[in-house]
């Protein structure tokens, strides 16, 4: 089977498009990825924050 010079052509044409799509998506998918490991590395530093001002034996008021 020979490809015709019509569809070499368009394929030509679609290919850098799919490609750039496909960066975009990617690109977008490390945003959400880098906000969402912020969040949790805020989240962490906080309950590391809270489990030194509580100490070794915490009262049961610090529990609640």
Do not use: C
């Not at 590391?48 to 509580?54: C, F, I, M, R």
């Amino acid at each position: 089977m020979q490809m015709s010079e019509t569809f070499a052509a368009t394929i030509a044409a679609v290919v850098p498009v799919i490609w750039l799509v496909g960066a975009l998506e990617v690109h977008q998918m490390m945003k959400i990825y880098l906000t969402s490991a912020q969040f949790l590395e805020a989240t962490a530093r906080e309950g590391e924050k809270l489990l030194k001002e509580v100490g070794e034996r915490p009262t049961s008021d610090q529990l609640v």
